[in-house]
T-cell receptor, first 110, second 115 residues
Framework: QQPVQSPQAVILREGEDAVINCSSS?????VHWYRQKHGEAPVFLMI?????EQKGHEKISASFNEKKQQSSLYLTASQLSYSGTYFC???????????FGTGTRLQVTL | DTGVSQNPRHKITKRGQNVTFRCDPI?????LYWYRQTLGQGPEFLTY????????KSRLLSDRFSAERPKGSFSTLEIQRTEQGDSAMYLC?????????????FGNGTRLTVT
């Protein structure tokens, strides 16, 4: 089942912070985060693993709440280059595929 | 690491025609995935391979869709008797390990338009 992301869209001024949430109706083994710019392929940002290990991006952070079956992506001091659509992807079992969320469109302006 | 390569980038076809797309993954990656993406939506899983074995196929994938990965290298996705609802971006990705803890590296996709 597809994870749900919120908000659907957000507009920021450069330097502001944003939080993007990803919720699953099933228990999570891991959560991936990707960013996709218009007309381009999704680009990997981060993986959060059950048990707390985090792998990924140095300027963007994330949390993983296994009990709540949620993950949040934190974008601090946003830059123009952060603009794009952010997708979470969830893995709900050892044999489960990666299912992408509904997406959050982020626009950073001057 | 030359990245995942997909060809063609764009394909326009008439309804009822067959189309084939190619994906060349990152050379050392043993897993290869096909996803489909429509405007404003997240990528939707179609199928994946581990080496040459096709391990899972989405229930959304009708019998008109077939994918191969001969010799565990490049992969092809064929759509027979295309329909207008097949219009979408078809994304290929590869990874070194499984879904659980390995990033997917996506190609730039093949945009299919069925007229």
């Amino acid at each position: 089942q597809q994870p749900v992301q919120s908000p659907q869209a957000v507009i920021l001024r450069e330097g502001e912070d944003a939080v993007i949430n990803c919720s699953s109706s099933k228990a999570l083994y891991s959560v991936h985060w990707y960013r996709q710019k218009h007309g381009e392929a999704p680009v990997f940002l981060m993986i959060l693993l059950k048990g707390g290990e985090q792998k990924g991006h140095e300027k963007i952070s994330a949390s993983f709440n296994e009990k709540k079956q949620q993950s949040s992506l934190y974008l601090t001091a946003s830059q123009l280059s952060y603009s794009g659509t952010y997708f979470c992807g969830t893995v709900t079992g050892t044999a489960s595929k990666l299912t992408f969320g509904t997406g959050t469109r982020l626009q950073v302006t001057l | 690491d030359t990245g995942v390569s997909q060809n063609p980038r764009h394909k326009i076809t008439k309804r009822g025609q067959n189309v084939t797309f190619r994906c060349d993954p990152i050379s050392e990656h043993n897993r290869l995935y096909w996803y489909r993406q429509t405007l404003g939506q997240g990528p939707e899983f179609l199928t994946y391979f581990q080496n040459e074995a096709q391990l899972e196929k989405s229930r959304l994938l009708s019998d008109r869709f077939s994918a191969e990965r001969p010799k565990g290298s490049f992969s092809t996705l064929e759509i027979q008797r295309t329909e207008q609802g097949d219009s979408a971006m078809y994304l290929c990705a590869s990874s070194l390990g499984g879904f659980f803890d390995s990033p997917l590296h996506f190609g730039n996709g093949t945009r299919l338009t069925v007229t």
